[in-house]
C-alpha cells in the first residue's frame, strides 16, 4: 500500500503527466464459432471442445490484435489485425455482437491466455442462495436495546459467541439503532448474524479500531498506518487467528496476516505435488494418505532465484524475463503463493480440487499442499447498515480505523445487504477465499478503500455494489481509491456495480487473472502502491462490458499497460488524470475489441455467461 511516484518501464512508480487520448474504434474482427451462451442449459467442457477448431481458423483469419509495451500510441487507435483492418465482433441479435474474444474462450475456458475462468468465484463456487440456519440467539435477549441508548457492543459479542457455541446458527438484530462502543466478532464457523434489512436495522459505531486496539504501523516500516487497509467494525476472522493478530499489534510485531500465521510458519506439509498445468483439475500427489474429501487445504508455490514465478503470473515471455524483480522487496515477501482450496475428491493419487488450478504447478517451485490456520467457514452478515460516528477523513495512509466489514482468513463466507456509512475503509477482504458480497454498498462522507481485496485474497466475488458520491467535499491529503486488489490476489469478480465515484484500482503486488464486468464508473478515483510492490498488473485481468461515465481511461482500459489481458465493450475514453506506463516492456499481448460499444457485447455479464462453463 502507498502512494505513487514517477514511474518507469521497470514499476518503480505510478505515473507520468497528462498525455494524449484515446480514440478510434479499433476492435477485433469476428468470424463464426460458438455462440454466447447467456442463457439456457449449462455448457459442459465437451460441448465447448467441438467449436474449437472452428475458433482456431478464426484466430489465423483475424490475428491477434495485440498491443505493445513499447508504443502507448497504439492505444489511440485500438488493436487492429495483422493486415490492419479494424476488427469487430460476430453479429449478433438485437444490434448487439459476441466478441471474438469469447469464441476464443468457449474453446479453452481454463487456460484462454487473456481471459481467466472465474465461473466458480464466491461462496461454494457462485452458489446463488445462502443458507438460512436456524436462529440460535436474538441480541435482545443478551441486553441489547434497539433504541441507541445504550453500548449494544457486549450483547451483540454474547449472543455472536452463544452461537459459536451451539454450533452455528443465525443471530438475530431485530430493527432498531443498536449503538456499539466496540467492534462486532465473529470467529467461529456457521454463525450468521442477521438484521432485519439494511433500511431497519442499524449499528451505530462510535469508536475507531485505533480506540479499540491502539496504533497498527506497518510491517515495511515508516509511519502509514495499517488500519488504512486492515481490519474492521465488523470482523469476520476465526478467533485463534484474531487472538493473534491483535496480541501481534498490541505488541507492535507488525504482523502478516494470512493462512499461515503471523510469521507465515505457522503450516505443515500435507503432501508434495507432481508437475501440472494451469486449468487442470486434477493433480497427482505423493502420497494421499492425509488428504480427505472436504479437507481446506493451501496450495504453496514458492519462487526461485530467477523469479520464473513472478515471470508465469506476470504472463511470461520477454517482458518479465527483463523486468527486474530484485528489488521489488515488498512484492517478494508475498511470496509463496498460497492458495486456498477444497479437496472434491481423493482416487489413489490422484487428487480433484474443486476449482481449477490458477497457476502451472511446476517442480522448481517446491509446489505442495500445507495445513494452514483454522478457517473461518459458513458465516455471514446480512440485512443491516453499519454506519460510523462521522469524523472527517484521515490523511492519506493515516486512517484511524473507523472501517467497516472485513473478512480474514474466511473461506465461503457472505455478506448479503450490508450498507456501510461514513467510513474509512468499507468493505475487505484480507486472506479471504471463495466470498460473496451481494447487495452491498458503500456511502458517506467518502472513503479511501470503498472495497479492498489484498493479501492474496482468491476467487471471490463482489455482485450488486454500490459506492456512492461522497457527502461532502474530500479533504486536503486524502486519496480514493475504489474496487482495489493488490498483494498476488487472484481470479476475484466485481460483477453488476454502479461506482458514482473511484476506480479500478489495481493496487501494485501483481494481482492476475481479475474480472470487472458489468459495471458504471464515474472514473475519478486513484490507484495507489509502493514502488517496491512491482507491477500494476499481471496476466489475464478482463474489463468486460463497462461504461466510463466521466470518458476518462485510467485503470478501465488496460490494453497499454496490462500483459496478457483483455478490454471488451468498454465507452470511449480519454487520458487524463492520472495517467501510468506500463510496468513491463515489449509486446504486452493485450486485446481490445468492441471498443467504444458497451451494452452492445454478448454476453453482457462475463461472470453469468461462465457460470455456465464447467468441466
Known amino acids: 500500500m502507498g502512494g505513487t511516484g514517477n514511474g ?142 445504550a453500548d449494544a457492543a457486549p450483547a451483540i459479542n454474547a449472543a455472536v459467541a452463544a452461537a459459536g457455541a451451539a454450533g452455528g446458527g443465525t443471530v438475530l438484530v431485530p430493527p432498531g439503532t ?102 487442470e483439475g486434477t493433480v497427482t500427489v505423493a502420497d494421499a ?109 493515516l486512517d484511524k480505523g473507523y472501517n467497516g466489514v472485513v473478512f480474514q482468513c474466511a473461506y465461503d463466507c457472505w455478506a448479503d445487504d450490508v450498507v456501510v456509512r461514513n467510513v474509512d475503509n468499507g468493505f475487505g477482504l484480507v486472506a479471504a477465499s471463495a466470498c460473496t458480497l451481494r447487495r452491498t454498498r458503500v456511502g458517506g462522507r467518502g472513503e479511501h478503500h470503498p472495497y479492498f481485496c489484498r493479501e492474496g485474497s482468491h476467487d471471490n466475488l463482489i455482485e450488486d455494489f454500490t459506492i456512492e458520491e461522497r457527502t461532502v467535499p474530500a479533504p486536503a491529503n486524502t486519496q480514493l481509491h475504489g474496487i482495489n486488489v493488490e498483494g498476488l490476489s487472484s481470479y476475484n469478480v466485481w460483477s453488476g456495480g454502479e461506482m458514482q465515484m473511484g476506480t479500478f484500482d489495481s493496487h501494485r503486488g501483481l494481482p492476475f487473472a481479475n474480472v470487472r464486468t458489468d459495471i458504471t464508473v464515474n472514473n475519478n478515483g486513484q490507484h495507489g502502491g509502493d514502488a517496491s510492490a512491482g507491477p500494476l498488473f499481471g496476466a489475464r485481468f478482463t474489463h468486460w462490458n463497462i461504461r466510463v461515465t466521466n470518458e476518462r481511461a485510467g485503470l478501465v482500459r488496460i490494453d497499454g499497460l496490462a500483459p496478457y489481458s483483455a478490454t471488451v465493450a468498454i465507452s470511449t475514453v480519454r487520458e487524463f488524470g492520472q495517467i501510468d506506463v506500463p510496468d513491463l516492456t515489449g509486446d504486452l499481448h493485450s486485446r481490445l475489441e468492441l471498443y467504444g460499444r458497451p451494452d452492445e457485447v454478448e454476453p453482457a455479464n462475463l461472470y453469468d455467461a461462465q457460470r455456465r462453463v464447467r468441466d
Not at 503471523?262 to 505435488?273: A, G, I, S, Y
Open 289 to 397: 494418505s492425509r488428504l480427505h474429501e472436504g479437507d481446506l487445504v493451501l496450495l504453496r508455490l514458492a519462487d526461485d532465484a530467477d523469479h520464473t514465478l513472478l515471470e508465469h503470473m506476470a504472463g511470461g515471455g520477454p517482458g518479465p524475463e527483463a523486468y527486474y524483480w530484485d528489488d521489488k522487496t515488498k512484492l517478494t515477501s508475498y511470496v509463496p503463493y498460497e492458495w486456498p482450496v477444497r479437496v472434491a475428491a481423493v482416487q489413489g493419487r490422484r487428487v480433484r480440487l474443486e476449482r481449477p488450478l490458477p497457476l502451472d504447478v511446476r517442480p522448481e517451485w517446491d509446489p505442495r499442499l500445507t495445513t494452514h490456520v483454522p478457517e473461518l467457514t459458513g458465516s455471514g452478515v446480512e440485512g443491516l447498515t453499519l454506519e460510523c460516528v462521522e469524523t472527517p477523513q484521515s490523511q492519506h495512509l
Open 8 to 149: 518507469n518501464g521497470h514499476g518503480t512508480g505510478g505515473h507520468r503527466g497528462d498525455g494524449g487520448g484515446h480514440g478510434g474504434a479499433g476492435q477485433h474482427g469476428g468470424a463464426p464459432g460458438a455462440p454466447a451462451p447467456d442463457g439456457g442449459a449449462r455448457i459442459s467442457r465437451r460441448g465447448l471442445l467441438g467449436s474449437a477448431a472452428a475458433v482456431a481458423a478464426a484466430f489465423t483469419a483475424v490475428g491477434t490484435g495485440t498491443a505493445s509495451a513499447a508504443s502507448t500510441a497504439s492505444r489511440a487507435s485500438g488493436a487492429r489485425s495483422a493486415g490492419g483492418a479494424p476488427l469487430r465482433g460476430r453479429p449478433g441479435a438485437g444490434g448487439k455482437a459476441t466478441p471474438v474474444l469469447w469464441d476464443e474462450f468457449l474453446a479453452a475456458p481454463f487456460t484462454h491466455p487473456q481471459i481467466p475462468y472465474v465461473g466458480r468465484a464466491g461462496y461454494r463456487g457462485g452458489e446463488r442462495t445462502f443458507p438460512r440456519r436456524r436462529v440460535v440467539a436474538n441480541v435482545l435477549d443478551h441486553g441489547a436495546r434497539p433504541d441507541g441508548s
Open 178 to 279: 443498536y449503538r456499539i462502543d466496540d467492534l462486532i466478532r465473529i470467529g467461529e464457523s456457521g454463525v450468521v448474524l442477521r438484521g432485519a434489512g439494511s433500511g431497519r436495522t442499524k449499528l451505530y459505531a462510535t469508536k475507531s479500531l485505533t480506540d479499540l486496539i491502539g496504533a497498527y504501523g506497518s510491517r515495511y516500516g515508516g509511519d502509514k498506518s495499517s488500519w488504512s487497509w486492515a481490519g474492521g467494525l465488523v470482523w469476520l476472522c476465526p478467533t485463534g487467528r484474531w487472538d493473534s493478530l491483535k496480541a501481534a499489534i498490541q505488541a507492535r510485531a507488525w504482523p502478516f496476516e494470512g493462512w499461515t500465521g503471523n510469521k507465515r510458519d505457522e503450516w505443515q506439509t500435507l503432501t508434495t505435488v507432481e508437475p501440472a498445468r494451469r486449468g
